[in-house]
């Protein structure tokens, strides 16, 4: 059994239902991509390094961090965007499986984008 298996394993059985959709919704967009436990949380690593956490809560599961889109991808998450790089999605609501793959390919495409070439070295205070 993985980290995020037994991350799962710790709620109830059907908020794990739930979680186990998330994860497999964003896996969808990276089948390839590193899982592991990143800030105490699953995460699945996306194109160019970018990292995208899901986390189950007391009333909802929480995607971060999620870069903002366009116009239409920002009008599709509306409903859900919670703080400025926060999706989350209520249990008491059908979850949008569709769209936290649409999230996942938002995200990866927003970090090939924006990723710091290999070569780039940190600046030096």
């Given at each position: 059994?993985?980290?995020?298996?037994?991350?799962?394993?710790?709620?109830?059985?059907?908020?794990?239902?739930?979680?186990?959709?998330?994860?497999?919704?964003?896996?969808s967009?990276?089948p390839?991509?590193?899982?592991?436990?990143?800030?105490?949380?699953?995460?699945?690593?996306?194109?160019?390094?970018?990292?995208?956490?899901?986390?189950?809560?007391?009333?909802?599961?929480?995607?971060?961090?999620?870069p903002?889109?366009?116009?239409?991808?920002?009008?599709?998450?509306a409903?859900?965007?919670?703080?400025?790089?926060?999706?989350?999605?209520?249990?008491?609501?059908?979850?949008?499986?569709?769209?936290?793959?649409?999230?996942?390919?938002?995200?990866?495409?927003?970090?090939?984008?924006?990723?710091?070439?290999?070569?780039?070295?940190?600046?030096?205070?």
């Amino acid at each position: 059994m993985s980290d995020v298996d037994d991350y799962l394993a710790r709620f109830p059985a059907d908020v794990q239902t739930i979680l186990r959709g998330i994860r497999s919704a964003i896996r969808s967009a990276a089948p390839t991509g590193e899982e592991r436990i990143r800030y105490g949380m699953p995460a699945v690593e996306l194109e160019s390094g970018y990292w995208l956490h899901f986390a189950g809560w007391k009333n909802h599961v929480g995607i971060y961090p999620v870069p903002r889109g366009d116009e239409a991808f920002e009008a599709a998450i509306a409903e859900y965007r919670s703080a400025k790089d926060t999706v989350n999605l209520l249990y008491s609501k059908p979850i949008p499986f569709e769209l936290v793959t649409r999230i996942a390919e938002h995200a990866a495409r927003h970090s090939a984008v924006h990723a710091r070439p290999a070569h780039a070295t940190p600046a030096r205070g």
